[in-house]
């Protein structure tokens, strides 16, 4: 019985050491956490509004450096996955040559800007927008024009 007694107190003791009591760890974010996300953009042609909406992603590289982001249509409308280089403090974007990812052809990106507050949802929320001109070497000399607003994740603004 005593013997109990004391495995019982034992385990008590280490069960209530164990406790941590600190502070949550702060994971901190990424490098280009301003600019990252979901965006509701549509896929132009000289203003002709042919491609339609689509869901696109920016996000940071592997190397979650400030000055490169991906951008990708998730395989929307052109299965396009690039890294571009990025000017972060004036949320600006783009490159030539950008190698796709997605499949072996290379990329222009030019025009690119992320506005901080300067769109309205479809269900009237303000987010931020996004535009870039977009051209691929598999169709050379045709310009798309993105352009779009960051997904809220409120129903009313979901597409």
Request: glycine letters at 12%.
């Amino acid at each position: 019985m005593k013997n109990k007694l004391l495995i019982l107190v034992a385990f008590l003791t280490i069960g209530l050491m164990s406790c941590d009591l600190g502070d949550d760890p702060d994971p901190g974010g990424t490098a280009t956490q301003a600019v990252a996300g979901e965006w509701f953009t549509t896929f132009n042609v000289a203003g002709d509004v042919g491609g339609g909406s689509s869901l696109i992603t920016t996000s940071n590289t592997a190397a979650n450096v400030a000055n490169e982001f991906l951008i990708t249509d998730n395989g929307n409308q052109w299965d396009y996955k690039v890294k571009s280089p990025l000017n972060l403090d004036a949320k600006t974007f783009g490159g030539t040559d950008l190698q796709n990812i997605a499949y072996d052809i290379k990329v222009n990106i030019t025009d690119g800007k992320i506005l901080p507050g300067a769109a309205t949802t479809t269900g009237g929320n303000v987010t931020d927008s996004i535009y870039f001109k977009i051209e691929f070497t598999d169709d050379p000399g045709t310009i798309y024009e993105v352009a779009g607003y960051r997904r809220t994740g409120f129903l009313e603004d979901e597409h």
